[in-house]
């Protein structure tokens, strides 16, 4: 699966579930915010989509996201696994949910109601690989 099969509006919900991972402790960084960037100029460089994160609620977040298919949602605990570690000033290494104590909480909330498989994420390490550069 690759960005093109993601709707408009999929890939804005996927961000602002980051978004929302990303602020759970003290707000966006400008570490957090750089790479929400990076991140967006890497899935779609022709639409401003994180702009676009300020023009849906949170409950029509929850919905787009819960209303994917279980293969477009496979994507996603890793993006939040990501956007986790670079929170912490950590851009690549091997990280789980448990490595985070407030990610962890917000992540527990959105995959329950986005209905997004993260048992493997919990306690099992993933090596993580962000945007460093465009």
Do not use: Q
């Not at 402790?25 to 750089?34: C, E, M, Y």
């Not at 950590?90 to 909330?109: H, M, N």
Request: net charge negative.
């Amino acid at each position: 699966m690759t960005w093109d099969d993601y709707s408009e509006k999929e890939l804005v919900a996927i961000l602002k579930s980051m978004i929302f991972v990303m602020a759970t402790d003290n707000g966006l960084s400008d570490r957090a915010k750089n790479y929400l960037n990076r991140k967006a100029v890497l899935i779609d460089c022709t639409v401003p989509l994180l702009k676009k994160t300020t023009e849906i609620s949170p409950l029509e977040t929850v919905e787009i996201i819960r209303n994917m298919s279980f293969d477009k949602k496979d994507i996603i605990p890793y993006l939040w696994i990501e956007s986790a570690a670079i929170n912490h000033g950590r851009t690549y290494g091997k990280y789980c949910f448990d490595d985070f104590e407030y990610e962890k909480e917000a992540v527990l909330v959105l995959s329950e109601r986005c209905n997004v498989d993260i048992s493997n994420y919990l306690s099992n390490r993933h090596e993580i690989h962000p945007p460093l550069t465009l």
